[in-house]
């Protein structure tokens, strides 16, 4: 039997391949789904970058302009290299620890896909 590829609902990614008897695994961003189940709407959990790059768990980003900080000293300087993001709801939409500050909240339109 030839396993049959489709395309990742999530990330759009043309590598998912089917694991067990009614699941779909992509293996770029780790989604699964059933493809028999009617598709949730996921549009509006995409996070884009300053650029219009689709962000997910776990990149690397640099903020694109100086930030200030709140009780920090001095702002966050442009050309930070932010790794292993969490992408969450809400208006700071990026969750991560930066060295030198500690665990921070970031929006998205702040930073680029690095």
Not at 25 to 50: I, Q, R
Not at 54 to 63: M, R, Y
Not at 68 to 93: E, F, Q
Request: some cysteine; aromatic content about 6%; proline content about 6%.
């Amino acid at each position: 039997m030839e396993e049959e590829m489709k395309t990742c609902p999530l990330c759009s990614s043309p590598y998912a391949y089917a694991s067990g008897d009614y699941l779909y695994t992509c293996p770029e961003c780790g989604h699964e789904w059933n493809p028999s189940e009617a598709t949730e709407a996921t549009e509006g959990t995409v996070v884009k970058d300053a650029n219009g790059q689709v962000l997910h768990d776990g990149d690397t980003v640099l903020v694109v302009k100086d930030l200030p900080v709140k009780g920090a000293p001095k702002p966050l300087k442009a050309g930070t290299k932010v790794k292993n993001i969490r992408l969450t709801d809400g208006d700071h939409n990026i969750s991560c620890k930066i060295d030198g500050f500690g665990a921070m909240a970031l929006k998205s339109e702040f930073v680029r896909k690095a």
